[in-house]
């Protein structure tokens, strides 16, 4: 499990609003063990899948849950530093879904690749995700104390979630596999957005990159679900 427990809840609701086709074709983006892409065959037996990472542990991850589940999703290595992913996905898929996994990039790659994502949907087509957000810096303050307030833990909950689960994943690989593998960096690229995940940004940088409409399903204190439509 990552992400915390709201995580399933949030995924469902990705694959939710899907639209109501027999078999979509869908692209499972950053997908580490697959989950999201899983997600979606059980709503729509008969949806083409494909699931893409950079990760080799993780591609191995989904490939040997979805053997197990008998799924024959494609799973393909890319990476979304460069535009070179794309040849593997080709599309023109009628979603795209991702879970936690834009704020590995910066902001300049950011809107680059949402662009990527927009070409590779069909007319039409939706990209979906779930991200953590983060108020505006002027904001920051006073919404962590209204957190702590009204929800006395939840942010170190939320944080320990998600080192848990790095620190498991070191413990299985026997090394810091989370620092020296999953969070390398192109040269001379930065992790993580400048100044903070606000879903404004997110929701600007959709319209940058031309999707038609944009929409902001869920916002609670940690994370955000957005879709918007080619
Ligand atoms: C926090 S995990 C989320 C995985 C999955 N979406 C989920 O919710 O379970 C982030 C994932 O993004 C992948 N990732 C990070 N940078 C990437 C890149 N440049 N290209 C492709 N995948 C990347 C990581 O390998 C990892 O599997």
């Not at 599309?91 to 991702?98: I, K, Q, S």
């Not at 991200?131 to 104390?145: K, N, Q, V």
Request: glycine fraction near 8%; aromatic fraction near 10%; hydrophobic fraction near 45%.
């Amino acid at each position: 499990m990552q992400g915390g427990t709201d995580r399933e809840r949030l995924i469902r609701q990705l694959v939710a609003i899907l639209p109501n086709e027999r078999s979509p074709r869908v692209l499972d983006l950053c997908c580490g063990p697959g989950d999201v892409g899983r997600a979606v065959r059980a709503r729509f037996p008969e949806a083409q899948v494909d699931h893409v990472d950079r990760d080799e542990f993780f591609l191995a991850l989904c490939r040997a849950v979805n053997q197990r589940e008998g799924l024959t999703h494609r799973v393909v290595r890319g990476d979304l530093w460069t535009s070179a992913w794309r040849a593997e996905c080709p599309g023109p898929y009628d979603a795209a879904l991702l879970a936690n996994a834009l704020h590995w990039f910066n902001d300049r790659r950011l809107l680059e690749i949402l662009g990527e994502v927009r070409e590779s949907l069909a007319p039409g087509g939706m990209f979906a995700f779930l991200e953590p957000a983060s108020p505006i810096a002027d904001l920051a303050a006073p919404h962590a104390a209204w957190l702590a307030a009204e929800l006395p833990g939840a942010s170190d909950q939320f944080n320990r979630d998600w080192a848990d689960f790095w620190q498991r994943l070191d413990e299985a690989m026997g090394y810091e596999y989370y620092e020296n593998v999953v969070a390398g960096l192109p040269p001379g690229e930065e992790f993580g957005a400048e100044d903070g995940l606000h879903v404004t940004k997110f929701v600007d940088l959709l319209r940058e990159a031309g999707f038609r409409e944009v929409d902001i399903l869920a916002r609670d204190a940690f994370s955000v679900v957005i879709a918007a439509l080619r």
